[in-house]
């Protein structure tokens, strides 16, 4: 088993849908959870970060951590065209050298006008 | 923007011949990460430093060696370019080292 899942995709989606993207785990060590947008032949660009299980929202994104599950989410709100692009989950443990990122595969989303 | 550049953005090479990748940094961070993206395998992390002159090997470290002799600069080099080593490239910088990390644009190198 991968330490990070996440369901490839792609997945499209009418303008103004509420989109759900999604990774599973089997690190229990692992504290620190991003999501990261990238763009066609562009790097990676931080969405949001969390520590440990719980919620963040941030403008019309919501990630959600349940360490208990394994299993941490992305949601996007009234989704828009420019939200078209590759999502990325990362997590990392926690002290002494672990402060390397695991990635998951990505998800290719396309918003439809 | 995170003041990291990638040099060069686009490279093409010959198998067997040595390539070196530069990744520069411009607001003095400890720890920066070069990771390789391919179709199916998504980012793999290959070499990583904690400071200067001091570095360790990631996931994907076989065939790709890495110096940092001053702390803005993270030098990959291919010692021996295979067709395997055609991916995408991104170098990474962490601010503290349990804290998101931050992209370069990226090199695309391929070798022919």
């Known amino acids: 088993q991968k330490e990070v899942e996440q369901d490839p995709g792609p997945l499209s989606v009418p303008e103004g849908a509420i989109v759900s993207l999604n990774c599973t785990y089997s690190?229990?060590?692992?504290?620190?959870f991003m999501w990261y947008r990238q763009y066609s032949r562009k790097g990676p660009e931080l969405l949001m970060y969390t520590y440990s299980s719980g919620n963040k929202e941030d403008g019309r994104f919501t990630a959600q951590v349940d360490k208990s599950s394994k299993y941490i989410s992305l949601f996007i709100r009234d989704s828009q065209p420019s939200d078209s692009a590759t999502y990325l989950c990362a997590m990392r443990s926690s002290g002494g050298s672990n402060y390397k990122l695991t990635f998951g595969k990505g998800t290719l989303l396309t918003v439809n006008p | 923007d995170a003041g990291i550049t990638q040099s060069p953005r686009h490279k093409v090479t010959e198998t067997g011949t040595p390539v070196t990748l530069r990744c520069h940094q411009t607001e003095n961070h400890r720890y920066m990460y070069w990771y390789r993206q391919d179709p199916g395998h998504g980012l793999r992390l290959i070499h990583y430093?904690?400071?200067?002159?001091?570095?360790d090997k990631g996931e994907v470290s076989d065939g790709y060696s890495v110096s940092r002799s001053k702390t803005e600069d993270f030098l990959l080099t291919l010692e021996s370019a295979t067709s395997s080593q055609t991916s995408v490239y991104f170098c990474?910088?962490?601010?503290?080292?349990?804290?998101?990390?931050?992209f370069g644009q990226g090199t695309r190198l391929t070798v022919v």
């Open positions: 430093s904690y400071g200067v002159k001091d570095t």
């Open positions: 690190n229990s060590a692992f504290q620190y």
């Open positions: 990474a910088i962490t601010r503290q080292e349990n804290t998101e990390a931050f």
